[in-house]
């Protein structure tokens, strides 16, 4: 006998959260659209998926006209929306940490080739009754297949937090990925469903999940420019303070701007002003090391944050950088060229951040004159 008041109890919370959320959801906006479409789908799987469970549950045993249909149905799409929320969920952690979409759907082909599977047992699940039955008297029975479904959804939440631990082993930028905070609560729920019979904790379990993470979203796009989408000033502000207590693996930083970006706003207009800026975003981010973290730091001035002191590795990512403006001004064709002035910085645990991007910052204006005093002596 089932204890549908606690069922119900849940999953109303669920529904509740889940409002919350979806009400709150357009703040994330700001964000990758993948990575909103993909959280914005689960938000609404998780909540028809809450009402169909209780509503199963409810009319479990029931006898009214439609009543088994009806309980085929809720429960036929329960087995979809566990699978295909937790497949959007492997999605949405993937392209959070590659940021390439080709990427991340070549990498999940091999959760895609299961799910897909399980939605074809689901579909035929009539004829074969493998994952579940209803008997005559509309009640539910779990069938010799039902557990492959729980099995993969477990599978995909451990796809989701192996891709988090393998970008914490090479990467300092854990603040990126709030993902943890999702799925503890969730795989808890998923095992403890899947072990007891009766109980109903997966969507409960999902939608505190789903708060967490929106939270901690929340909280990600104070620390990233709205314009580039790299991390700003405030977030290394924070990662420094963060640091400090954890022992940071960054030894130095290359500040670095765009030289004559004037120019390009004079000539071109602001709007080309701020493409320019996206695009140094994106040249930053391809050629600097992917255990480094970049950060727009103020108008055309960016910084990179290295974990190594070796002047030879520096060297290779500062020629890097250059190489790579080269390269995409051939791939995107823009009309004006993107130069840099940089300086490089050591980091003192010792001495904080001020004097690290004090010294930076002295380096890069020094760079900065001699190309000047270049110029001036070749106009002479």
Same mark, same amino acid.
């Given at each position: 006998?089932?204890?549908?008041?606690?069922?119900?109890?849940?999953?109303?919370?669920?529904?509740?959260?889940?409002?919350?959320?979806?009400?709150?959801?357009?703040?994330?906006?700001?964000?990758?659209?993948?990575?909103?479409?993909?959280?914005?789908?689960?938000?609404?799987?998780?909540?028809?998926?809450?009402?169909?469970?209780?509503?199963?549950?409810?009319?479990?045993?029931?006898?009214?006209?439609?009543?088994?249909?009806?309980?085929?149905?809720?429960?036929?799409?329960?087995?979809?929306?566990?699978?295909?929320?937790?497949?959007?969920?492997?999605?949405?952690?993937?392209?959070?940490?590659?940021?390439?979409?080709?990427?991340?759907?070549?990498?999940?082909?091999?959760?895609?080739?299961?799910?897909?599977?399980?939605?074809?047992?689901?579909? $035929? @699940? %009539?004829?074969?009754?493998?994952? +579940?039955?209803? =008997?005559?008297?509309?009640? &539910?029975? !779990?069938?010799? *297949?039902?557990?492959?479904?729980?099995?993969?959804?477990?599978?995909?939440?451990?796809?989701?937090?192996?891709?988090?631990?393998?970008?914490?082993?090479?990467?300092?930028?854990?603040?990126?990925?709030?993902?943890?905070?999702?799925?503890?609560?969730?795989?808890?729920?998923?095992?403890?469903?899947?072990?007891?019979?009766?109980?109903?904790?997966?969507?409960?379990?999902?939608?505190?999940?789903?708060?967490?993470?929106? $939270? @901690? %979203?929340?909280?990600?796009?104070? +620390?990233?420019? =709205?314009?580039?989408?790299? &991390?700003? !000033?405030?977030? *290394?502000?924070?990662?420094?303070?963060?640091?400090?207590?954890?022992?940071?693996?960054?030894?130095?930083?290359?500040?670095?701007?765009?030289?004559?970006?004037?120019?390009?706003?004079?000539?071109?207009?602001?709007?080309?002003?701020?493409?320019?800026?996206?695009?140094?975003?994106?040249?930053?981010?391809?050629?600097?090391?992917?255990?480094?973290?970049?950060?727009?730091?103020?108008?055309?001035?960016?910084?990179?944050?290295?974990?190594?002191?070796?002047?030879?590795?520096?060297?290779?990512?500062?020629?890097?950088?250059?190489?790579?403006?080269?390269?995409?001004?051939?791939?995107?064709?823009?009309?004006?060229?993107?130069?840099?002035?940089?300086?490089?910085?050591?980091?003192?645990?010792?001495?904080?951040?001020?004097?690290?991007?004090?010294?930076?910052?002295?380096?890069?204006?020094?760079?900065?004159?001699?190309?000047?005093?270049?110029?001036?002596?070749?106009?002479?």
């Amino acid at each position: 006998m089932h204890n549908i008041i606690a069922i119900a109890t849940s999953n109303i919370i669920g529904i509740i959260l889940i409002i919350v959320l979806l009400n709150n959801r357009y703040t994330l906006k700001e964000k990758s659209m993948i990575e909103y479409r993909c959280y914005t789908a689960i938000l609404w799987i998780s909540l028809f998926a809450c009402f169909t469970e209780v509503t199963s549950f409810a009319i479990d045993g029931k006898h009214f006209y439609g009543a088994w249909i009806l309980n085929y149905i809720l429960n036929m799409y329960s087995y979809y929306a566990g699978v295909c929320a937790t497949l959007l969920w492997a999605i949405f952690v993937d392209y959070r940490i590659n940021r390439s979409w080709k990427d991340t759907l070549a990498r999940l082909r091999i959760l895609g080739a299961p799910t897909l599977v399980a939605c074809l047992i689901n579909t $035929t @699940n %009539m004829f074969h009754g493998l994952a +579940y039955t209803i =008997s005559e008297d509309n009640v &539910y029975h !779990r069938g010799r *297949l039902s557990q492959f479904f729980y099995l993969l959804m477990l599978l995909q939440i451990l796809y989701s937090i192996y891709r988090v631990y393998i970008e914490e082993a090479r990467s300092e930028r854990r603040e990126s990925i709030p993902i943890l905070l999702y799925l503890v609560p969730v795989f808890a729920g998923v095992v403890l469903q899947t072990l007891i019979y009766g109980i109903s904790t997966v969507w409960l379990s999902v939608s505190i999940g789903l708060v967490a993470l929106h $939270t @901690n %979203m929340i909280n990600e796009i104070i +620390y990233l420019d =709205s314009l580039t989408y790299l &991390y700003n !000033r405030q977030y *290394l502000k924070h990662l420094f303070s963060r640091n400090k207590r954890m022992k940071s693996k960054f030894k130095t930083g290359i500040m670095l701007d765009i030289d004559e970006f004037k120019i390009i706003n004079d000539t071109w207009g602001h709007s080309v002003g701020d493409e320019a800026l996206c695009n140094v975003a994106e040249i930053l981010l391809a050629a600097v090391p992917k255990s480094a973290v970049v950060v727009r730091y103020a108008g055309d001035e960016f910084v990179v944050l290295l974990c190594t002191d070796d002047k030879r590795l520096i060297q290779e990512t500062m020629n890097s950088i250059r190489r790579t403006a080269i390269e995409w001004k051939k791939k995107k064709g823009f009309p004006y060229s993107l130069e840099f002035s940089m300086g490089v910085g050591r980091y003192n645990r010792k001495n904080g951040m001020d004097p690290f991007l004090k010294d930076m910052d002295n380096n890069m204006y020094h760079e900065k004159r001699r190309k000047k005093d270049q110029l001036l002596k070749i106009k002479e």
